[in-house]
């Protein structure tokens, strides 16, 4: 690992400042995405900003009835959270079903938004890789693209997006707040936090340099039946093939983001309002711009049919 400097700071002003400072200065939360990519130098700070001291570790309600999470409460914590249980439903069921307890345990709010990709070919340093290395090519669309996506995508990724938590925010319509070392502070909708590849593809999300995420703010409750599914290899430590978030109403309407099939959480208003027509309506309003592979094309029959199980457990459980 390369050697690198340390630094602690003790509020979000003292964080956003020390990685404008620098260049080659990097946050850390729970580390656990940070620290794996540094292992295999694909990440190489000079700096270390460690923000774990930041007063950011709580979940608060908002004047709406709805709930504002630090940056720094813990997977663990915001999936346990009584409110957030009763009344965020979709939320909790994100959570637990991503990665494991010990890792929950550590990993942060503001960490999962800005995790990175797990394509395998930017996890392996001997690859060309457009994201990690720009302008060095693409060997997934024409290699191994099983994992990758199917829409969003473009002629330089087709990484998708890896967090459960943010598929659920987007159904949520939650929003990212954040602070800069000029002191404005912004709001983002998740729905737009993450960036679509284009041709800049070592770009993941809107974020500048010098921003850092301060808490993630729930609206008020939106009620329906909430439930989130996540199709995956194995039934633990695996990422998402498809996962579905779904919030459905008694009258048949409702939300729906989609994960594992792009480089942001999928969610198509206009497929929404298509929800009572069952979920083959909604996915090909959703997906009708998919480029998918002959690898992963597969993806597009399993979300319909994983949304269809949802509406289906919906409407079971109102009668
Ligand atoms: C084996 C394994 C399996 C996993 N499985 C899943 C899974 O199934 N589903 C899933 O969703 N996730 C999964 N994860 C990913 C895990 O959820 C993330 O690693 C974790 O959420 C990252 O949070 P962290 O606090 O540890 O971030 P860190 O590793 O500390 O930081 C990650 C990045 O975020 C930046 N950062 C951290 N905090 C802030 C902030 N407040 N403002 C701006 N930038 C910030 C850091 O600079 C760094 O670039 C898995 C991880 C592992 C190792
Ligand atoms: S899909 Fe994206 S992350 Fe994966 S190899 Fe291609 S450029 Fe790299």
Same mark, same amino acid.
């Given at each position: ?111 999962? +938004? ?154 198509? +208003? ?50």
């Amino acid at each position: 690992m390369k050697p690198f400097t340390y630094e602690r700071v003790s509020s979000a002003a003292q964080a956003a400042a020390a990685v404008a400072e620098r260049t080659d200065a990097k946050l850390i939360a729970g580390g656990t995405n940070l620290l794996d990519l540094m292992k295999l130098q694909i990440e190489a700070p000079g700096h270390i900003v460690d923000i774990r001291d930041l007063p950011l570790g709580s979940i608060e309600e908002t004047e709406d009835g709805g709930l504002r999470v630090g940056a720094l409460v813990t997977n663990t914590e915001l999936a346990a959270h009584v409110r957030v249980r009763r009344d965020y439903g979709v939320l909790t069921r994100a959570i637990v079903a991503g990665a494991t307890g010990q890792l929950r345990n550590k990993a942060t709010t503001g960490g999962n +938004l800005m995790q990175r990709t797990r394509c395998p070919y930017f996890y392996d340093p001997a690859q060309p890789c457009n994201k990690r290395n720009p302008g060095s090519g693409c060997p997934a669309i024409a290699g191994g693209s099983r994992q990758l996506g199917v829409v969003g995508t473009s002629d330089h990724c087709i990484a998708t997006q890896p967090s459960d938590m943010a598929v659920a925010l987007t159904a949520l319509d939650a929003t990212v707040e954040t602070l800069d070392s000029a002191g404005h502070a912004r709001s983002i909708p998740v729905r737009s936090f993450h960036k679509l590849p284009g041709d800049t593809p070592e770009i993941d999300n809107v974020l500048a340099r010098d921003e850092i995420i301060t808490g993630v703010v729930l609206p008020k409750p939106v009620g329906g039946t909430q439930m989130y599914h996540k199709v995956r290899d194995r039934a633990s430590y695996a990422f998402a093939l498809v996962s579905v978030a779904a919030i459905i109403h008694p009258d048949g309407s409702g939300r729906v983001a989609f994960g594992g099939v792009a480089p942001r959480p999928w969610r198509d +208003l206009k497929s929404e309002g298509q929800l009572t027509e069952g979920a083959e309506a909604v996915t090909s309003t959703a997906f009708a711009d998919a480029k998918p592979t002959a690898q992963n094309a597969f993806k597009l029959p399993l979300a319909t049919r994983t949304l269809q199980m949802l509406i289906d457990k919906a409407g079971s459980k109102m009668q």
